[in-house]
């Protein structure tokens, strides 16, 4: 099979390699997913960097989510899935025309939805859902705030909270992202190009306070947020975007100092919570949960609930350069690799099917 292999961090350009390795077999549990195609992630960019303690000693398979047809089921696996077509979360070995998934890890999804699609459901979707159904169950009424917005966890995510009937405020980063965030029915969408974002969050909340961050950057935004949220209000860390800005030991030291210290018994005094969100710790230790969390965004997808945008889908020989485009900060929604070499689309795509 072919598969992209990572040989060295740093730019994806020279650390990427695709190189033909042997097909896998599904060992108890596991399915074996024909590829179509795969979906990147943030934490992906991360992997390549260096930067994500997860990710496996070199040379590696990373990719954390594939869309295809099971072709194999090892023993204890569902029968069922043989033959069908899924999304998948894979703890690595992603980016492969064959690659291994958990059984309870699968989705079924109709043949005519989106690669791009069906791709955000898995990591990115079954985060929002945690997220926003599971760790803090939006209701009505609720003051949101949702960082890195148009980004394919946020999108998800704001879509959650306006379902929900919370106000929103998503901060993101260039006019075209404010103005997608807007048409999507964001309340206060927030340009932080344009100046401090937490200022033009003080100024919309008029002397009230968030009731939820969801924060993607941590770093300074995090120590910013907790000023933000009242009694009652919750600062949700599901990323660490600001410590990919630098190289280094000392990045990491400045990364961990910009947050501050959190004293527990302050957070009891004042009715404060922090939750973190790790989908990998999720599933090795609650595989349940995240089944439950893909089979849930999968419905909600079909029903439209959500809707992915696909910033792009491209043939999986332009992996490093998606990768690169990814960690730019200038995409707009999903990106998915495919591996028909002839298959190029567009930007834009947002049908759920």
Known sequence: MRAWQLHRHGDPERGL?????????????????????????????????????????????????????VVECGPGASAALHGRRVVA??????YAELALADGRACAPVPDELPLGVAAALATQGCTAWYAARMA????????????SAAGGVGQLLVQLALH?????????????????????????????????????VRSALA??????????????????????IGSGGTVVLFGGAQRGSGAGPFATLRFVWDMGLVVPIFLMMRSKGIVGINMLK???????????????????????MVRPHV???????????????????????????????????????????
């Open 17 to 69: 390699r695709l190189v033909e390795l042997a097909d896998p077999r599904p060992g108890p549990g596991q399915v074996l997913i024909r590829a179509e195609g795969f979906g990147i992630n943030y934490a992906d960019v991360m992997a390549v960097r260096g930067l994500y303690r997860e990710a496996p000693p070199l040379p590696s398979v990373l990719g954390y989510e594939v869309v295809g047809r």
């Open 89 to 94: 979360l894979t703890r690595f070995g992603g």
């Open 136 to 147: 803090v169950p939006l209701r009505a009424g609720m003051r949101v705030l949702v960082h």
């Open 164 to 200: 929900s009937g919370c106000t929103v405020f998503a901060v993101a980063g260039g006019a075209e992202k404010v103005a997608h965030l807007r048409a999507l029915g964001v309340q206060h969408p927030i340009d932080r190009l344009a100046g401090p974002y937490d200022a033009a």
């Open 207 to 228: 002397g009230a306070r968030l009731d939820v961050s969801f924060n993607a950057v941590a770093g300074r935004s995090f120590r910013t947020d907790m000023s933000l």
């Open 282 to 304: 999720l599933g090795d230790h609650r595989p349940e949960l995240v089944a439950e969390c893909l089979q849930a965004i999968v419905h909600a997808a079909s029903g439209g």
């Open 311 to 353: 910033h792009a889908t491209l043939p999986a020989q332009q992996l490093p350069a998606a990768l690169r485009a990814l960690g730019s900060g200038r995409t707009l929604g999903k990106m998915a690799l495919s591996w028909a070499d002839d298959l190029v689309q567009g930007t834009g795509t947002t049908s759920a099917g």
